[in-house]
């Protein structure tokens, strides 16, 4: 399983962002996928998933009602857009995926429940 992170860069405070996560060796809509950050000190931090097909969007209290995940399962691709940023918005984001439903539907925010990961894509709001 591969997951190609793209999208990062800097923004400003009250931006927008969309990032993209491109999975090869996993169908996208068989298990969990989603977005995590990370900034240095600090553990792990879910942001959004979607499990069982798209159908069940969780989000991280710090991102609802600014983030929206998507995904196309006919790309394998899931997409993070991220409106009205902030500067404590600021992280690499990292996708993450697993394919094992029973395991990681039972508490999809949990980073412990993924074993595909990404290689990260850094977010800076300023």
């Known amino acids: 399983v591969q997951l190609v992170e793209s999208g990062g860069g800097q923004v400003q405070t009250g931006g927008s962002l969309r990032l993209s996560c491109a999975s090869s060796?996993?169908?996208?809509?068989?298990?969990?996928m989603g977005w995590f950050r990370q900034t240095p000190g600090k553990e792990r931090e879910a942001v959004a998933v979607?499990?069982?097909?798209?159908?069940?969007?969780l989000y991280g209290d710090s991102v609802k009602g600014r983030f929206t995940i998507s995904q196309d399962t006919a790309e394998n691709t899931v997409y993070l857009q991220m409106n009205s940023l902030k500067p404590e918005d600021t992280a690499m984001y990292y996708c993450a995926a697993d394919p094992r439903l029973w395991l990681c539907a039972g508490s999809p925010l949990d980073s412990s429940r993924y074993n595909h990961w990404g290689q990260g894509t850094q977010v800076t709001v300023s």
């Open positions: 979607v499990y069982g097909g798209g159908g069940f969007p």
């Open positions: 060796g996993y169908t996208a809509n068989s298990g969990c």
